[in-house]
């Protein structure tokens, strides 16, 4: 079970990214599905989460009116919106799953999360 991101890149200062990640090997019907990032230097940080049993979502605070998630019509894929982009938003975002719904009981935590994608780069403009 895995993920593959993509839609990283260079991108300019208050622009618009959307980032996707397609689940290999499983659906996403049943899984509460998550997106990280990591800055160079950084920790790992939660960036916003989706429950699969009702629909909710949590956004890390620092971000939360700047980035949507959601999740696709196909049950394998999930999709993260980010707009009005900085430079704090350099970093490799990543795309996780976990199969209880209490990893989305707020803003993610890496821990509680088990599948996991390589990642995929966005870096901001100078």
């Known amino acids: 079970l895995s993920f593959v991101e993509s839609g990283g890149g260079l991108v300019q200062p208050g622009g618009s990214l959307r980032l996707s990640c397609a689940a290999i090997?499983?659906?996403?019907?049943?899984?509460?599905v998550a997106w990280f990032r990591q800055a160079p230097g950084e920790e790992r940080q939660g960036v916003a989460c989706?429950?699969?049993?009702?629909?909710?979502?949590h956004y890390a605070t620092s971000l939360e009116g700047r980035v949507t998630i959601s999740r696709g019509t196909t049950r394998r894929s999930v999709h993260l919106q980010i707009s009005s982009l900085k430079s704090d938003d350099t970093a490799h975002y990543y795309c996780?799953?976990?199969?209880?719904?209490?990893?989305?009981?707020?803003?993610?935590?890496?821990?509680?999360?088990?599948?996991w994608g390589q990642g995929t780069h966005v870096t901001l403009s100078s």
């Open positions: 996780a799953a976990a199969p209880s719904d209490r990893a989305c009981s707020g803003p993610p935590q890496a821990s509680d999360y088990e599948v």
């Open positions: 090997g499983f659906t996403l019907e049943h899984w509460t």
């Open positions: 989706s429950r699969a049993t009702d629909d909710g979502i």
